[in-house]
């Protein structure tokens, strides 16, 4: 498959920004690429960006729903991921789990991609959430359904958008084994750099992120949020692992909206 021109400027990108708050268009315009909320910047915005050369993402939760999302409302019981009867819940964010073979989820997956790639005019997805599916505790065949239904899925974007790029957040144990030949970048969020407890898990999945992005020419993104650097003070083992493994990092401020941190 020839690769397309976004791809190689995304390849070829030295720094990013992810920031989920309103506006920021001239802070966010000193990046290669900027993943954002696509209900944070008008289109006017977004086109001020591209014309500025900085590659426009924009963020997709692929399996959570919050309560307040007007397709909250259209989905029913057998819709939502289930265990013994009772639909799962991210107690954190206050949102469901919802399942890959609900045929009104995947649709409302596909307009809202349609209406981000095509109306917005986005250079790609930040597909987020789709580490859920290996969450601890998680029945095998619950997690089989969903894993073969996010696959079946990102068949079928790059099918439809193939010159647009799609980078997935998180899901580096089992998702990212299956999933990489139809994505483009991934991204490792908040990773547990510098704690002692994780150095053996770190490295595994450091090997795993190396050996996806030789054989399937991925962008790998390492994502810091302010918070959880200030906890850990890993920003600069951060930096250093990212220098020699060739990844771009970016520390975020605090929960994705308190601003644009710019190039250090």
Known sequence: MP?????????L?????????YGKVKELSHFDISIIDSKGLTVEEIHQLKVRNTIVITYLSIFEVSPTDAIFKELSYEDFWLIDGEPIKNEVYGTYLVSMHSEKWINYLLNEIQRQIVAQESDGLFLDTIGDVEL?????????QQLDGVVKLLFALK???????FIQNNGLEKVCQLTAPYIDGICWENPPIGLASSEGWVDVITDKLVTLKDKYNLKVFLLLEESVEVERQAYEKARKFAKKNEFLLYNAPSKYVDGVNLIK
Do not use: C, I
């Open 3 to 11: 690769t397309s021109f976004r791809k190689d400027r995304m390849l």
């Open 13 to 21: 990108a030295k720094n990013y920004a992810l920031y989920y708050g």
């Open 136 to 144: 601890l505790n998680l029945p095998k065949d619950l997690m089989r």
């Open 159 to 165: 099918m439809l958008y193939p010159y647009h790029l």
